[in-house]
Structures are given as C-alpha cells and as structure tokens.
C-alpha cells in the first residue's frame, strides 16, 4: 500500500495543500500536507474500496543542541490513507492532533505508513484497526479526553453513536 501511496504522489496532481511551522523547545517544524485523489492506483488492493484521499506529509525539522548551539536537520516524509476527503487544513490538522493522543495515552499508537513500528501494522488485528478508527472518529468530533469519551460512550451507546462519521 505504501508504494501504491507514494506512486499516486508522484504521479498524480496534487488537491490541495497546507503549510505550517510549528516552534517549540529548541525546534522548528516546518509540515507540508499535500492531498491526492488515489484514482485507480488502489483498486487492485483489498483497500481500494475504501480509500478516499491520500495524504503525504513533508516534515522538516530544525533541532538546536543547547551544548553546542548548532542546528541538525531531520527530514521525514509519512503517508496517510483516509476514508474521506477533506480539505489540506482539516487533515494537517487532525494528524497533529494525533499526537494529542499518544500523550494522553501512552499506549495507544499513531497509524501511519511508514514512520513507525506501531502495533496496527506490526501485528494487525481486528480489535487494533477498530481502535484505531474508533480514536480517529472522536477526534473528528472534536473529543479532548478519549478516556472520558470511551466510559461516556460505554455507559451510553447513544453517545458514541452521534459522532459524525459512523
């Protein structure tokens, strides 16, 4: 899937996109989000179906060593596979926000291609995928505490059926 996402990048136009720079703890972060309509790329894999936009993500990083006062560079490049399209700021958005979760649940995982083991691809079960989603449909509805939101939505269904995006 990786390189059907990274085909359509290099050879299809680019949607839409966003920029942003992000400065914090002797970093500078500067993201470049760029949204690709998959076409036909994907529809011999058994997600073709399902695959609505594709995402690539540009991180370049500026790191200061406060020992040395130099800068290291470190640039990285993800892929992202959704389900719907949105627009370039919605997505930049969402995929840092991402990171919201991982701070407040140390467990849980972030489900990207190609920048990092995480469990979903390492040993990829139902239960896995199905968080996953799970955590990315709260976000989208706009849930600052997953903890909160899972009790809530185990003592009442009808919570967690009123997200959009079910």
């Not at 993201?31 to 997600?47: C, N, Q, T």
């Not at 690539?56 to 993800?78: H, N, P, Q, Y």
């Not at 995929?95 to 990092?116: C, F, K, P, S, Y």
Request: charged share 20%; with cysteine.
């Amino acid at each position: 899937m990786l390189q059907h996402c990274e085909h359509v990048a290099a050879t299809a136009a680019q949607i839409a996109t966003a920029d942003s720079r992000d400065l914090a703890r002797n970093r500078q972060e500067d993201r470049h989000v760029e949204v690709y309509a998959p076409g036909g790329a994907l529809s011999d894999g058994e997600w073709g179906t399902l695959i609505a936009a594709i995402v690539r993500v540009t991180r370049s990083t500026l790191i200061r060593s406060a020992a040395t006062g130099m800068w290291k560079r470190r640039e990285e490049t993800a892929f992202y596979a959704s389900s719907v399209m949105l627009p370039a700021e919605t997505f930049a958005s969402a995929i840092r926000g991402h990171w919201a979760v991982e701070n407040e649940n140390h467990w849980v995982r972030d489900v990207t291609l190609a920048e990092d083991a995480s469990r979903i691809r390492v040993n990829p079960g139902v239960m896995a995928r199905l968080r996953s989603q799970a955590l990315n449909i709260a976000r989208a509805n706009g849930v600052k505490n997953i903890a909160q939101a899972w009790w809530s939505g185990a003592i009442d269904p009808a919570v967690t059926l009123s997200y959009r995006g079910l």
